[in-house]
């Protein structure tokens, strides 16, 4: 029996980086992004676990919002470029 797929409307500014791809790719890409995002969460819990079992020295600045911060559109400017078809 075939997977059933929903549908999920999303609405981005038009420089998304997503809309640098042919329309035919985009749905793909975003699939793509999302599932990463996916994994990038869990991966943080894992660690944060870690690193509240002290398996894991916690990273500079950690917990304490001094760390180094992600700049959302170079992150996302990376993550088009790694997918570029």
Do not use: C, Q
């Amino acid at each position: 029996m075939p997977e059933t797929l929903k549908r999920l409307d999303l609405r981005l500014p038009s420089e998304h980086p997503v809309f640098r791809y042919p329309p035919r790719i985009r749905p793909k890409v975003a699939r793509e992004w999302l599932d990463l995002g996916m994994r990038l969460a869990a991966i943080e819990e894992r660690l944060a676990k870690l690193e509240e079992r002290g398996s894991v020295p916690p990273t500079s600045g950690a917990g304490n919002g001094e760390g180094k911060k992600i700049d959302p559109i170079e992150f996302r400017e990376t993550l088009a470029g790694v997918f570029d078809f």
